[in-house]
Antibody, heavy 124, light 107 residues
Framework: QLQLRESGPGLVRPSETLSLTCSVS??????????WGWIRQPPGGGLEWIGS???????YYSPSLRSRVAIFVDSSKGQFTLKLASVTAADTAIYYC????????????????WGQGTLVIVSS | SSELTQDPVVSVALGQTVRITCQGD??????ATWYQQKPGQAPVLVFY???SRASGIPDRFSASTSTVTASLTITGAQAEDEADYYC??????????FGTGTTVTVL
């Protein structure tokens, strides 16, 4: 059973770069049907898609974060990484890593499974 | 619009039926995908596509869609169904979007 787990600092100073890693176990990252990415949720708030990337390097980012975000996939290590630059308090959130399956001709998609999430607080 | 709108709070008596709705233009081209999130936990996939209930999800959960409105129905709601529910889809620009979320309270 595929499992994802986030890791990284829980506290980041304003203007610095947030960096999180997702470790994938129980399955391969090289299946071209899937993308790997990040979703965040501010405390008490809703879900926001950050971006997704295929193992071959195709990337898709949220327009509101595109200028600050980068996602990297290392299939050989079973990991993918999120980097979010120039953070502010508004970036304080629980960050989830997840796998995306997207089937355009069928008109459906899903994010599954999700990591347990990691809280990142932006504060000096 | 890339927004998906949901009612903030919905209540249901134990054993009764509740419908959670999701509205948005992105539903013209994609079926809504539904997630359940309990306090302190990550979201869990509940329903996707036209007919597909995720693995391990009870058959009291069903979904339907029409043009720009999608619905998730819980028939015979149980105490363990109390949670936040989010819909998601893909907008015309190719971005993945989530609904505003609905808190379901089981009375």
């Amino acid at each position: 059973q595929l499992q994802l787990r986030e890791s990284g600092p829980g506290l980041v100073r304003p203007s610095e770069t947030l960096s999180l890693t997702c470790s994938v176990s129980g399955g391969s990252m090289t299946n071209s049907d899937y993308l790997w990415g990040w979703i965040r949720q501010p405390p008490g708030g809703g879900l926001e898609w950050i971006g997704s990337m295929s193992h071959s390097g195709d990337t898709y980012y949220s327009p509101s974060l595109r200028s600050r975000v980068a996602i990297f996939v290392d299939s050989s290590k079973g990991q993918f990484t999120l980097k979010l630059a120039s953070v502010t308090a508004a970036d304080t959130a629980i960050y989830y890593c997840t796998r995306l399956f997207h089937y355009p001709s069928g008109g459906y998609l899903w994010f599954n499974p999700w990591g347990q999430g990691t809280l990142v607080i932006v504060s000096s | 619009s890339s927004e998906l709108t949901q009612d903030p709070v919905v209540s249901v008596a134990l054993g009764q039926t509740v419908r959670i709705t999701c509205q948005g233009d992105s539903l013209r081209n994609y079926f809504a995908t539904w997630y359940q999130q309990k306090p302190g936990q990550a979201p869990v996939l509940v329903f996707y596509g036209k007919y597909s209930r995720a693995s391990g999800i009870p058959d009291r959960f069903s979904a339907s869609t029409s043009t720009v409105t999608a619905s998730l129905t819980i028939t015979g709601a149980q105490a363990e169904d109390e949670a936040d529910y989010y819909c998601s889809s893909r907008d015309s620009s190719g971005n993945y979007v989530f609904g505003t979320g609905t808190t379901v309270t089981v009375l």
